[in-house]
C-alpha cells in the first residue's frame, strides 16, 4: 500500500518561499505519476504541479507556472514542490498524490491519482 506523507508547510509573507516534500513509501514508483494538489477553504481541490515518475515530465497549473517547481529526488522515494514568490491566493492546504500513470487520465485530473497524504497547511501573509 502506498503511503504518503507531506512536510514543510508554514507561515510565510507575501514574495517569500517555501519548499514542501512529500516521503513516499510502499511501492517502486517507477510508471506512477506524483502530484501536489491545494484547497483553499470553501473552494475545490485544486491541481497544482506534477510530474511522471519514470521520464521526469514536469505539468504545471497556469497559476503557478513560473513561480513553483515540482521536483523528484528518486535515491529517497520523495519528491518536492519548491514554492517561490508567494502571493496571499496561494494559502491553502496542500497535498501530495500518487497515481499509475494509465494515460486515462490528465496530470491535472483528480481521479488520476489513487494514494494521497494528509496535507500541509501553507499561509502566506499580505
Known amino acids: 500500500q502506498v503511503q504518503l506523507a507531506e512536510s514543510g508547510g508554514g507561515l510565510v509573507q507575501s514574495g517569500g518561499s517555501l519548499t514542501l516534500s512529500c516521503a513516499a513509501s510502499?511501492?517502486?514508483?517507477?510508471?506512477?505519476?506524483m502530484g501536489w494538489f491545494r484547497q483553499a477553504p470553501g473552494k475545490e481541490r485544486e491541481f497544482v504541479a506534477a510530474?511522471?515518475?519514470?521520464?521526469?515530465?514536469?505539468y504545471y497549473a497556469d497559476s503557478v507556472k513560473g513561480r513553483f517547481t515540482i521536483r523528484r529526488d528518486n535515491g529517497r522515494n520523495t519528491f518536492h514542490l519548491q514554492m517561490n514568490s508567494l502571493q496571499p491566493e496561494d494559502t491553502a492546504v496542500y497535498y501530495c498524490?500518487?497515481?499509475?500513470?494509465?494515460?486515462?487520465?490528465?496530470?491535472?485530473?483528480?481521479?488520476?491519482?489513487?494514494?494521497w497524504g494528509q496535507g500541509t497547511q501553507v499561509t502566506v501573509s499580505s
Open positions: 498524490a500518487a497515481g499509475w500513470n494509465s494515460g486515462v487520465y490528465t496530470y491535472a485530473a483528480r481521479e488520476g491519482y489513487s494514494d
Open positions: 510502499g511501492t517502486t514508483f517507477s510508471g506512477y505519476r
Open positions: 510530474l511522471s515518475w519514470s521520464r521526469g515530465n514536469t
